[in-house]
């Protein structure tokens, strides 16, 4: 096996403030060794969107991706938001190379199934969806991959993606190459045991510990999902999946970064 990588997500709301992305830009053009990043979308595609008289539809507070919102989320994901980054890592000396998942064929999805909602060009990643030769090329030649929320089916069509999946596809297909650790970076500073507290970081979360919290409701919501998707990837061949604040990316390498997800 080759040696380590990391595969960090940031979310959109570092995304929507210039300020804290610059920052936390910084912190991950510091990380030492190979890197991959991959971001969301944050909420300037809807201000596009509306900009060009197109109106964000929402089916039980979810959002679908019409053909119309699709060409702004691929203009504005993987070319404005995308671009911006990777210039800014330029300028840090970091040579990050941005990516969608058609570019090299990197990661290919299906078009979600219309069961009781169509939630339109949404694309969903399958087991073997993650090339990884083709993004080891990348990570060989010295490049720091940058991925957009976005895919393709390999017949043409682009589709909207969730980034906290791609990122966990990413982190599954790359670690039977790699010892891989996957960074989950978002406005918290960990998985809390008390979401009024913010001292209330819980340091350590095992798979059972996991199952739990999760029964006592002490982690619910939308911090599910995101824990689900983690201890999957840990299943996976994932060596860690680490939670916490996009800004003290430096504690990281320090220890003391957010939450630390094993699997036993």
């Known amino acids: 096996m080759n040696s380590g990588l990391h595969i960090i997500k940031i979310g959109g709301n570092i995304i929507d403030d210039d300020a804290q992305l610059q920052r936390f830009l910084e912190q991950f053009s510091a990380l030492r060794g190979k890197k991959i990043l991959v971001h969301g979308g944050g909420k300037i595609a809807t201000r596009i969107a509306a900009d060009l008289g197109i109106s964000a539809k929402l089916v039980d507070g979810r959002r679908i991706t019409d053909k119309p919102m699709l060409d702004v989320a691929t203009m504005v994901y993987a070319g404005l938001t995308n671009k911006h980054v990777v210039s800014s890592l330029q300028k840090l000396g970091c040579d990050a190379l941005g990516l969608c998942g058609a570019d090299g064929n990197t990661i290919k999805a299906i078009k979600r199934p219309v069961r009781e909602i169509d939630y339109g060009y949404v694309g969903d990643i399958l087991v073997d969806s993650v090339n990884p030769h083709s993004i080891k090329k990348f990570l060989e030649a010295g490049f720091t991959p940058v991925f957009s929320a976005i895919t393709h089916n390999g017949l043409g069509q682009l589709l909207n993606t969730n980034a906290d999946t791609i990122a966990s596809a990413l982190a599954v297909s790359l ?90």
Do not use: H, W
């Open 175 to 264: 670690a039977k190459i790699y010892e891989t650790k996957l960074i989950y970076c978002f406005e918290k500073d960990g998985v809390l045991r008390d979401v009024n507290d913010p001292e209330s970081v819980i340091r350590l979360i095992k798979a059972d510990e996991f199952k739990k919290l999760k029964a006592a409701k002490v982690i619910y919501e939308g911090m599910i999902p995101k824990l689900e998707n983690a201890f999957e990837a840990l299943g996976k061949g994932v060596k860690n999946v680490y939670i916490g604040n996009a800004l003290n990316l430096y504690k990281y390498q320090q220890g003391e970064f957010g939450t630390c997800l094993l699997s036993k």
